[in-house]
Antibody, heavy 114, light 110 residues
Framework: QVQLQQWGAGLLKPSETLSLTCAVY????????WSWIRQPPGKGLEWIGE???????NYNWSLKSRVTILIDTSKNQISLKLSSVMAADTAVYYC????????WGQGTLVTVSS | QSVLTQPPSASGTPGQRVTISCSGS????????VHWYQQLPGAAPKLLIF???QRPSGVPDRFSGSKSDTSASLAISGLRSEDEAAYHC???????????FGGGTKLTVL
């Protein structure tokens, strides 16, 4: 049974850095791409970026200047950092497995407010 | 503004068949697989259809997907009240070198 468990700070001030971690339990960690996806309240899904086991990344061009996705294969974890956050970054953030997103984390609500 | 276009809402009565469309372009749906997700209220999305028309284990065969040129569709037959959810389509976009989503369709079971 594959499980993705994520955590991180839920309340940030503008200009701070968002930091989230996603731990993977079960299944193969190195065989897949791992993505971060977000969903602003009441809106659709937005892909943030992905990483493979070698550390190769692809990012959403609109967020690329502020995003860093890292992988720790020793802990089966991926992490997301989004710098200089603003109110528009308020969203539920999800981690997901593979390019088909076959497994998802439970989601973390991140609110950016002064 | 989403790269893939879905109708914002759809509805049907129990037992009915409904379809949800997802329109894209040659750089995304035209060249790559389409995946569909079901998102129940307050929950994370769940993979419903992958690679255009494949169902993961455990997904009822009431759900089916298809693709033609630059458009894709999700069909739900024998509609049930528990199908009331948001449905999202996604595909890889070669021009953007990234994953793109539709805006999501909220399905109401009347």
């Amino acid at each position: 049974q594959v499980q993705l468990q994520q955590w991180g700070a839920g309340l940030l001030k503008p200009s701070e850095t968002l930091s989230l971690t996603c731990a993977v339990y079960g299944g193969s960690f190195s065989a897949y791409y791992w993505s971060w996806i977000r969903q602003p309240p009441g809106k659709g899904l937005e892909w943030i970026g992905e990483i493979n086991h070698s550390g190769g990344t692809n990012y959403n061009w609109s967020l690329k200047s502020r995003v860093t996705i890292l992988i720790d294969t020793s802990k089966n974890q991926i992490s997301l950092k989004l710098s200089s956050v603003m109110a528009a970054d308020t969203a539920v953030y999800y981690c997901a497995r593979a390019r088909s997103f076959d497994y998802w984390g439970q989601g973390t609500l991140v609110t950016v407010s002064s | 503004q989403s790269v893939l276009t879905q109708p914002p809402s759809a509805s049907g009565t129990p037992g009915q068949r409904v379809t949800i469309s997802c329109s894209g372009s040659s750089s995304n749906i035209g060249r790559n697989y389409v995946h569909w997700y079901q998102q129940l209220p307050g929950a994370a999305p769940k993979l419903l259809i992958f690679r255009n028309n494949q169902r993961p284990s455990g997904v009822p065969d009431r759900f089916s997907g298809s693709k033609s040129d630059t458009s894709a569709s999700l069909a739900i037959s024998g509609l049930r009240s528990e199908d009331e959810a948001a449905y999202h389509c996604a595909a890889w976009d070669d021009s953007l070198n990234g994953r793109v989503f539709g805006g999501g369709t909220k399905l109401t079971v009347l």
